[in-house]
């Protein structure tokens, strides 16, 4: 470990033992087991998963770092490592100053302690004295916002109450490293905000460490200056954060354009990196219901073709369909629970999922699309992005205007129809004694 290092992990691995139902057996039903059954299990191994594999890499004291990946990766596993929650099976890791660990809503909390009672015992759990906490109440309460509620026990918070009561004392206690791991997506918008910029701040006027697990790359990129994509348990790739983010979206499948504009193969897609079934075999783009193509006019009706095999042999399919862009890649989202599909009954193993929007309300730019089909929880296939579009501008209110992006001008991401009209103020002193007669009666 380097003298400028906060953390050194040394070729950790993490193996866990599948099948295995954690229930705490007695010493008197083992022995009755191996007495009626002495060979059950000499020759069957038990199955072993490497959640994480060989790996190495340093982080310097104050410096930000991301960790990307996709799910099942070995993102938190790696974290609760560095957390102490868990042992590595090999390897070892030097860590150097205190670590405050925000890994899952309410960790460390306890749900029969009213909030101010937490706060203690969070802090105290971090190694913070209680004169401390004290000076830091009023900071910790004031970003929480819960101050209202602060003598109410934890089990009559709602989640976002939670996570903002946790960040808050996790981030003004003071630890020297911060580990954060993807619980913040369930506060709202402007908490995000404001944690995001607090978690900036630490790294960059305060000298603190800070690793942060997200799949919110947009977050990563505005936080982190380097990240580290984790794969299949191993790290494959550790520099500038645009770089890893570049190489993560390579392990996504990806819809291949085909010669015709607006159409695009996902049968082809490399799905070798997850365990995805080809169901999502095309994808079509097609303006107005007509011939395929790669742009829409603003306002204009979209229609989406996607053509899958083997849906029927789904119990209970459902369709998430994704539109982004390269800074926002969930601006809506569409999904069979909300709108369900409508299937005859005599179905077919290939099928087209035709998608309607009567008029696109996106300003102009360049979007993506991203398609995954379930089988109730389990992602069955993924491909994202299944194909890219642009939207071109036009006059949608016939006004003469055309909504544009260029020239550092930004009109948003969407337009809704809206009218307004200029009307004069009212003037308080004629309406004096009409509000007079009003408050009397």
């Not at 229930?23 to 020759?43: K, V």
């Not at 260029?406 to 009209?421: A, K, M, N, Q, R």
Request: negative net charge.
């Amino acid at each position: 470990m380097s003298s400028n290092s906060a953390i050194s992990v040394c070729h950790v691995s993490k193996e866990y033992t599948l099948g295995l139902s954690g229930r705490t057996r007695s010493l008197p039903s083992i022995l009755q087991e191996r007495i009626r059954h002495p060979i059950r299990g000499n020759g069957k191994r038990k199955e072993r998963i490497r959640a994480l594999d060989d790996v190495s890499f340093d982080v310097i004291q104050g410096e930000a770092v991301g960790i990307v990946g996709k799910n099942g990766a070995g993102k938190s596993t790696l974290l609760k490592i560095l957390s102490h929650i868990t042992p590595p099976t090999r390897g070892h890791i030097d860590i150097r100053g205190m670590v405050g660990s925000l890994l899952e809503v309410g960790t460390g909390f306890h749900p029969e302690l009213t909030g101010l009672e937490n706060v203690y015992l969070n802090g105290a759990i971090l190694g913070m004295a209680t004169r401390e906490i004290t000076r830091r109440l009023d900071e910790i309460l004031a970003f929480a916002e819960v101050d209202k509620f602060i003598e109410t026990p934890l089990k009559r918070y709602s989640t976002g109450m939670r996570v903002r009561l946790a960040f808050a004392v996790a981030a003004h206690l003071d630890p020297e490293i911060f580990i954060v791991d993807e619980v913040l997506s369930v506060g709202d918008h402007a908490f995000q905000a404001k944690c995001l910029e607090r978690m900036k701040s630490v790294a960059a006027n305060e000298g603190r460490t800070v690793l942060y697990v997200s799949h919110q790359l947009v977050t990563v990129e505005h936080l982190c200056p380097r990240s580290l994509l984790i794969a299949d348990g191993r790290l494959v790739f550790d520099g500038p954060t645009e770089e890893t983010i570049a190489q993560y979206l390579r392990l996504v499948p990806r819809g291949e354009a085909t010669d015709t504009p607006g159409i695009f193969d996902l049968a082809s897609a490399d799905r070798s990196n997850g365990a995805y079934e080809p169901l999502l075999q095309r994808l079509e783009f097609r303006p107005s219901g007509g011939i395929p193509a790669a742009s829409i006019r603003m306002g204009e009706r979209l229609q989406i073709e996607i053509e899958v095999a083997g849906l029927n042999d789904i119990i209970d399919p459902l369709v998430f369909v994704s539109i982004g862009s390269s800074k926002e890649p969930a601006l809506f989202r569409m999904n069979s629970r909300v709108v369900p599909l409508n299937s005859t009954q005599n179905r077919n193993d290939r099928e087209v999922i035709v998608i309607d929007i009567p008029a696109l309300p996106l300003t102009p730019g360049d979007y993506r699309i991203e398609v995954q089909i379930k089988d109730r929880s389990k992602t069955v296939d993924f491909v994202g992005p299944a194909g890219l579009f642009r939207v071109d501008p036009a006059d949608v209110f016939g006004g003469g205007y055309r909504f544009d992006s260029s020239g550092g001008f930004f009109d948003g991401y969407f337009v809704v129809p809206w009218e307004w009209e200029l009307r004069p103020a009212p003037d308080p002193i004629a309406d004096l004694p009409a509000l007079a007669s009003k408050s009397q009666g």
